[in-house]
């Protein structure tokens, strides 16, 4: 093969299979994550030497696997010489006979491994996201730090001490037991979900690194898929994509917001919406449906809709009925609110919302407040209207928000004040007719 | 691997209970200790009397001082301790969750650091 095809095939070899021979190797070096990195970079080093004379090995995964523990334990042992406590890590990891063969199903409970590892509850979850983004998705500590604001060393300072106390307080290299799974799992899901929010939030579009979180949690949520069949990893997946879909259409090229009313649903990512649903299905289908896959369900209810005018709003009432069996949070009961506002008519809404404020929780939150503009909007009713608007502008934090709820306030402000007795009659919703 | 389970809880609800709520928690403490006995986990423990009976004694520039009450006031205090041995911290993790007053308070799991009298890891404390 000539020099510049093998190179391309080596190429190919590592963005295929590093992260599935990292994943073995930590494992077979006794849950150590450094020496599996150094391992995993001197077994690629040595790939790049004996490749090009000797021909690419039939197996090059179980190949790399044999040459970085090899590496490691021949690196162990000239540091042994040095430092005293070596010797024991060496016969540990000696004592492990190296698998004849690595079956699929070996490979995978290595990534399951590192995954749970990683998203440990004894962990941070700073911690967690950083770790997994460094070990299980590979992106480096620069980009990282530049996803969350942070300086490279104070970033790769949270790993250094999140790998620390996996060393030192001995976080096992596991999947955990049937028992402890559904919250260890939940632990994971959270960290995936997480990591996808904060590369889908408003300012994401200046920031490409944030983006890239965003593909990477749907990555993540793939592999788990393949690796975990579980209705809340599906449901998880779905909701993502079904977000994601939406990516282009949710902000104006100049970064202002769309609400989803207003999307052209037409930019929407077809192919993606239809990967979604279809994993709606099948989450719908699944013993362990819960709050992802429901949040997925009300995403693919909009999907499926042509326009927000023709969008099934019962269906979606009844599925924020369940969701708020498992959540039983106010943002959830605000959003169903906001779904019986569109079902039943504005002072519906309006009732619950104010029923949901004197509960106290969500006073300062600018969503409730800019619901309630909305609905006072619909219904004519321009001076609560105004001061809804103004006091979710009060509140509001994040410049996109704030530029969406002052067109709000300016749409109010162009309000006719309609006479008391004709707001009866004004009482549908305007996106409904 | 030794691990350290120290139990912390909110003294003042402890002593709203009744007697006979308090000798139903001693009673399964007692058994607690039965089991990892048993499971081959437990070396060491013992609960402690309330912080109203604690003194601090610090050291400076070679004299004691010494005061009366705990360490730190918190809202939950310590109250006991358990020294188990566990394969790792996952299996700490699960014995701590039997130890009964975890329903009240919190316990705090801590690995065991073998002292050496040269090299000790000190990355931890980063």
């Known amino acids: ?433 | 691997m030794k691990y350290l389970c120290l139990v912390y809880y909110n003294e003042a609800t402890i002593k709203r209970m009744s007697q006979e709520e308090w000798d139903s928690l001693n009673r399964e403490c007692m058994a607690c200790v039965q089991d990892l006995t048993e499971g081959g986990h437990y070396i060491d423990g013992a609960p402690l009397q309330t912080t109203d009976t604690a003194t601090t004694v610090r050291v400076r520039n070679g004299k004691a001082v010494t005061t009366d009450g705990p360490f730190a006031e918190t809202k939950e205090q310590l109250a006991g301790f358990y020294l188990l041995e566990a394969r790792d911290l996952n299996e700490a993790l699960r014995l701590a969750q039997k130890i009964p007053p975890a329903r009240y308070g919190s316990v705090e799991v801590r690995p065991v650091r073998e002292p050496v009298a040269e090299g000790n890891i000190l990355s931890a404390h980063g």
């Not at chain 1, 995954?115 to 997994?132: D, K, M, N, V």
């Open chain 1, 1 to 433: 093969m000539a020099g510049d095809a093998l190179h391309r095939r080596i190429d190919a070899i590592y963005q295929e299979e590093s992260s599935r021979v990292f994943a073995t190797l930590i494992r077979l070096l006794n849950g150590d994550f450094d020496l599996a990195e150094e391992a995993l970079h001197d077994a690629f080093v040595a790939a790049m030497d004996q490749w090009p004379r000797q021909g690419v090995p039939d197996k090059p995964r179980a190949w790399l696997v044999s040459a970085g523990r090899f590496k490691a334990i021949d690196r162990l042992r000239r540091q042994g010489r040095f430092d005293a406590s070596i010797p024991t890590l060496l016969a540990e990891i000696e004592a492990q006979s190296e698998p004849e063969e690595l079956d699929e199903q070996t490979i995978e409970d290595d990534q399951l491994r590192l995954i749970f590892t990683c998203c440990h509850p004894g962990l941070s979850r700073e911690a967690q996201l950083a770790l997994t983004l460094r070990e299980v998705c590979g992106l480096t500590t620069e980009a990282i730090a530049a996803a969350f604001l942070l300086s490279t060393p104070a970033l790769a300072q949270r790993i250094v001490r999140a790998k620390a106390k996996i060393r030192d307080a001995r976080i096992p290299y596991e999947v955990p037991d049937r028992e402890a799974l559904p919250e260890r799992l939940d632990a994971v899901l959270q960290v995936i979900y997480l990591m996808f929010n904060e590369g889908y939030s408003a300012s994401a579009g200046d920031n490409v690194t944030l983006a890239e979180l965003s593909s990477e949690a749907i990555r993540l949520g793939h592999l788990l898929h393949q690796l975990m069949p579980d209705g809340e990893v599906t449901g998880l997946l779905a909701l993502m994509l079904l977000h994601d879909a939406r990516r282009d259409a949710r902000t104006t090229p100049a970064g202002d917001l769309v609400p989803l009313e207003k999307q052209d649903r037409a930019v929407w990512d077809r192919a993606r919406s239809v990967e979604g649903c279809a994993l709606v299905e099948e989450a719908l289908r699944s013993p362990r449906i819960g709050p992802y896959g429901l949040q997925a369900a009300i995403a693919a209810v909009h999907a499926e809709a042509p326009s927000s005018d023709h969008t099934d709003w019962k269906q979606i009432v009844g599925l924020y009925d369940l969701l708020l069996r498992f959540n039983d949070s106010p943002v959830v009961a605000l959003n169903r609110a906001v779904a019986i506002a569109m079902r039943d008519g504005p002072e519906a809404g309006l009732l619950l919302i104010d029923t949901i404020l004197e509960q106290g929780a969500l006073q300062r939150y600018h969503l409730a407040h800019a619901a309630k503009a909305d609905l006072y909007r619909r219904l004519g009713r321009k001076a609560a209207a105004l001061e809804c608007c103004e006091r979710a502008l009060a509140l509001a934090q994040q410049a996109p928000e704030r530029r969406y709820l002052e067109q709000m306030l300016g749409e109010i402000k162009k309000l006719q004040e309609l006479p008391h007795h004709c707001v009866e009659r004004a009482g549908r919703p305007t996106t409904r007719e």
